[in-house]
């Protein structure tokens, strides 16, 4: 079993930046596509953005383009998500994945899950 454990989150005004941090156990971090997905209250869970493996490929969906930042570090076997100019809509739990496959930005092709952070963006 692989664990992916989120951190980072929590209030921030409208227009500034939070980072959020998933750490995944074990020492094959690098054979994994991570991704980043969030559930607003009442809503259905959305894809924000995914990485490949080394890191090559990066997809964001696009009301996240321009403002999120999707990065990882194999060395720290570490995800990151740096969101920038931060709106309310963004509030959200965010979770992170992975899984043994290519990126995805579908929730089903992917096989491990933290247990979410809250974000909270104030206006």
């Known amino acids: 079993q692989v664990q992916l454990v989120e951190s980072g989150g929590g209030l921030v005004q409208a227009g500034g930046s939070l980072r959020l941090s998933c750490a995944a156990s074990g020492r094959t971090f690098s054979n994994y596509a991570m991704g980043w997905f969030r559930q607003a209250p009442g809503k259905e869970r959305e894809f924000v953005a995914t990485?490949?493996?080394?890191?090559?490929?990066?997809v964001y969906t696009d009301s996240v383009k321009g403002r999120f930042t999707i990065s990882r570090d194999n060395a720290k076997n570490t995800m990151y998500l740096q969101m920038n100019s931060v709106k309310p809509e963004d509030t959200a739990v965010y979770y992170c994945?992975?899984?043994?496959?290519?990126?995805?930005?579908?929730?089903?092709?992917?096989?491990?899950w933290g247990q979410g952070t809250q974000v909270t963006v104030s206006s």
């Open positions: 994945t992975a899984r043994t496959g290519v990126a995805s930005r579908s929730a089903r092709d992917f096989n491990y």
């Open positions: 990485i490949s493996m080394s890191g090559g490929t990066i």
